[in-house]
């Protein structure tokens, strides 16, 4: 089954620890997306990426970083200059060409840090 | 830049009745626009979209949603509300950048609750 898998569902730090969000996809998609979710506050862009070894900052950027070695893996770090990074974190891929193609999104990883 | 507005946060309805979700957008060029629905604690899964051509889209789950220019407007109805159909719903419309890339710009969702 072709899809995105995010590891852990649940993960918990200590605050001032950098952690490691992954994100891997089977679906031969190019570009992909790291998304932060808040309580009314819809989906916020991180990082995204078009293609491997490029990657543009998105609207929230500060405090995370992201690397593209493969196609199909797109892990994000929190980093601990990042000053509220209890969230939940969405990772999507999506094909690209000169069609429209939708976002596909994996379950979310609920970061909890104290 | 590409903006949604989705208005309220909450939206309840009775389980037979009509739902319908308000999204207003803002872009500079003929849009893409996207529902998305999440169940707790879940991703996103895509209901429906619209891209170009008819303006009224169907999705899954008896969904579908009517583009209007006019009102720069792309809401979300279904005739009759059923229990399952309790989530968040968000809205979204494409972003286009001058290099190729393209990313999506989110309303703020809104959540549906289906009462018995």
């Known amino acids: 089954d072709g899809g995105i898998t995010q590891s852990p569902k649940y993960l918990f730090r200590k605050e001032g620890q950098n952690v490691t969000l992954s994100c891997e996809q089977n679906?031969?998609?190019?570009?992909m997306y790291w998304y932060r979710q808040d309580p009314g506050q819809g989906l916020r862009l991180i990082y995204y990426s078009q293609i491997v070894n490029d990657f543009q900052k998105g609207d929230i950027a500060e405090g995370y970083s992201v690397s593209r070695e493969k196609k199909e893996s797109f892990p994000l770090t929190v980093t601990s200059a990042q000053k509220n990074p209890t969230a939940f974190y969405l990772c999507?891929?999506?094909?690209?060409?000169?069609?429209?193609?939708?976002?596909?999104f994996g379950p979310g990883t609920r970061l909890t840090v104290t | 830049a590409q903006s949604v507005t989705q208005l309220g946060s909450h939206v309840s309805v009775s389980e037979g009745a009509l739902v319908l979700l308000r999204c207003n957008y803002s872009s500079s060029v003929p849009p893409y626009l996207f529902w998305y629905v999440q169940y707790p604690n879940q991703g996103l899964q895509l209901l429906l979209k619209y891209t170009t051509g008819a303006t009224l889209v169907k999705g899954i789950n008896g969904f579908e949603a009517e583009f209007k220019k006019s009102e720069t407007s792309f809401h979300l109805t279904k005739p009759s509300a059923h229990m399952s159909d309790a989530a968040e719903y968000f809205c979204a419309v494409s972003d286009r950048e001058a290099g190729g890339s393209e990313k999506l710009v989110f309303g703020k969702g809104m959540k549906l609750t289906v009462n018995p």
């Open positions: 999507a891929s999506r094909r690209t060409g000169l069609a429209v193609y939708e976002q596909y």
């Open positions: 679906l031969n998609h190019d570009a």
